[in-house]
């Protein structure tokens, strides 16, 4: 089983894109062979201070923290598909802050947004429950739906600027927004991780 952590929906292995809602599905380091390597690596921000900081260093260079080492052979292809969902934050922030949006613009698209990921989140976990698929992996399961809830608070801590406009508001929102992002990014690279171990050791996926 593959969940797609966009709409939560749950895909036969070997797909590329979601039943549901169509977003691109990771696929195995394989596929990104056929497709002759990787290009240029991105930076790698730290979720804990954000800052950039070279691929592949273990420690983040300001803060110290550190920084999880992703499958890079099948992150950077689908680099832009799996940031999508915290790109729609970021533009919003980004219209409220400008004034494109006025406060109230923005706080029905929070709502319209909570309604949407609070279903896919209820979804997800029915999903998992019904596949008895925490109990073989359980780390993976508690990362993804962890990023969920991130996403929940960022959102909670975005509408503070409706409030009194204060930008800073945006900014604390997004952060925890990218937190919750790159925990479900993690836990798509553990579920294909999972999937390549499967493929090598019973000949199926």
């Not at 940031?83 to 400008?98: C, G, M, N, P, S």
């Not at 999903?127 to 780390?139: F, L, M, P």
């Amino acid at each position: 089983m593959l969940v797609c952590f966009h709409c939560g929906a749950a895909n036969s292995p070997g797909k590329t894109h979601c039943h549901s809602c169509a977003s691109a599905l990771p696929q195995s380091a394989s596929d990104d062979a056929d497709e002759g390597g990787s290009g240029n690596a991105p930076m790698v921000v730290c979720i804990h201070c954000g800052q950039q900081n070279i691929p592949g260093s273990a420690e983040c260079n300001n803060c110290g923290a550190v920084i999880p080492q992703m499958d890079r052979s099948t992150y950077y292809r689908t680099h832009d598909t799996i940031t999508e969902r915290y790109d729609e934050f970021r533009v919003a922030a980004e219209k409220a802050r400008a004034g494109e949006w006025s406060p109230q613009e923005l706080k029905q698209w929070l709502e319209n947004m909570e309604s949407l990921l609070s279903k896919r989140r209820d979804y997800l976990i029915n999903v998992i429950k019904g596949a008895d698929y925490y109990e073989y992996r359980s780390e993976e399961v508690e990362l993804g739906v962890t990023g969920v809830f991130d996403y929940e608070e960022g959102m909670n801590l975005m509408s503070g600027f409706v409030e009194d406009g204060n930008p800073m508001h945006l900014d604390v929102g997004l952060e925890k927004i990218w937190e919750g992002n790159e925990k479900i990014n993690e836990a798509m690279r553990m579920n294909r991780e999972f999937r390549r171990k499967l493929e090598e050791e019973w000949g199926y996926m």
